[in-house]
């Protein structure tokens, strides 16, 4: 399996971004695909998932309401939509796939495969 993230770069405060992931590889496998963001010396963070069979979302406290996360199982793609950005959503951004069935798809520790991270800077 091969995650490669796209999208992201420099924006100003109130701007909006949107993140790409393709996948290749077993994809039927997948439970969830994700995405989790990592600043500068913080933990790596939960923003999204999407469950492979049938779409249902979940979403980060954080950005709750300023996310919206799709996929296309057709194209094996997700995409991550987010608004409002605040310097605070500056991180970089990872794509992972989950392969596991006990609904512990927002924990980073618990994904099986990774892309490459994309940055998005937010300038206030």
């Known amino acids: 399996v091969q995650l490669q993230a796209s999208g992201g770069g420099l924006v100003q405060a109130g701007d909006s971004v949107r993140l790409s992931c393709a996948a290749s590889g077993r994809t039927l496998d997948f439970s969830h695909m994700g995405w989790f963001r990592q600043a500068p010396g913080k933990e790596r963070e939960f923003v999204a998932a999407?469950?492979?069979?049938?779409?249902?979302?979940d979403y980060g406290d954080s950005v709750r309401g300023r996310v919206t996360m799709s996929r296309d199982a057709a194209k094996n793609t997700v995409d991550l939509e987010m608004v409002s950005l605040t310097p605070e959503d500056t991180a970089v951004y990872y794509c992972?796939?989950?392969?596991?069935?006990?609904?512990?798809?927002?924990?980073?520790?618990?994904?099986?495969?990774w892309g490459q991270g994309t940055q998005v800077t937010v300038s206030s």
């Open positions: 992972g796939a989950y392969l596991g069935l006990d609904g512990r798809h927002f924990q980073w520790s618990r994904y099986d495969y």
């Open positions: 999407v469950r492979w069979s049938d779409g249902r979302t």
